[in-house]
């Protein structure tokens, strides 16, 4: 059993599955996060006989110091690296995040055909916040902004994020949403997609651009109705877990 308070990456490695293939589940926390706020999802999957890894990206989990210096591409090539590690132990992954680790995972997908499915957890490719506008002059003037990290509906819950927010890193991201707007018809594979109904960190116009700019039928929209955006550590967490191991199931049954 992994500590699910520890901010340290995951990877628990399962025995084949009874017809002798191993499958694998990449998940990535999102912006100013750690991996817990996505481990019991992790634990949850693992538990139920999947091989799981949740890389810790680059400056997260330490101090918001550590993230200064970084970038979206640094956190994509922990991600793209995490994959090459589990896909070259498994026969078929699956690939899913929280916020921008559903971005990550989304952009996964579209560098590689062959991920058996995605499950994404209110993740953004866009936004109504006309403060993200002023984020290329902002980002010269102040280093950080505050936080935006665990927002939680669930009394006594909490995610352990950063209480600061790193501009440059956070406007590298927003700079790749219009080539993940682009690049949505790449993505061929299934799809859930768990969107809190009160999200105060990604709006909900992400989720339907996201669902009809992707080439698979095989979609669906899952609608939190008891969590803001830490889903995954709310109230409908639940309903997460089990709806991705639902999901699994069937993505991975014939692969």
Known sequence: MADLDSPAPLFITQPPQADGRR????????????????????????????????????????TVADMLPTRFADYEAAIESAYADLAAQCDVV??????????????????????????LVNAAVTS????????PVLKH?????????NDIKK???????????PLKALASFVATWKQTRAD?????CPLVLFRSAEDHIVDPTSAPIILNGISSTDKQEVVLTNSYHVATLDNDAPEVFATSLAA????????
Request: glycine fraction near 12%; proline fraction near 7%; hydrophobic fraction near 40%.
């Open 94 to 119: 699956v690939v899913g995040g929280l916020s921008m680790g559903g971005t990550l995972a989304l952009r996964l997908a579209q560098r590689h055909p062959e991920i058996a499915g995605l499950l």
């Open 184 to 188: 949505l018809p790449k993505v061929a």
């Open 248 to 255: 699994l199931r069937r993505w991975t049954s014939d692969a």
């Open 23 to 62: 499958v694998g589940v990449l998940l990535s926390h999102g912006f100013t996060g750690s991996p817990v706020s996505i481990r019991p999802w992790a634990q949850y999957l693992a538990d139920h006989g999947y091989s799981v890894s949740v890389p810790l990206l680059p400056g997260h989990g330490t």
């Open 128 to 135: 109504t916040n006309k403060q993200l506008l002023l984020l």
């Open 141 to 149: 003037i102040f280093a950080t902004f505050p936080a935006i990290s």
């Open 155 to 165: 009394a006594d819950s909490t995610e352990s994020g950063y209480d600061r927010t």
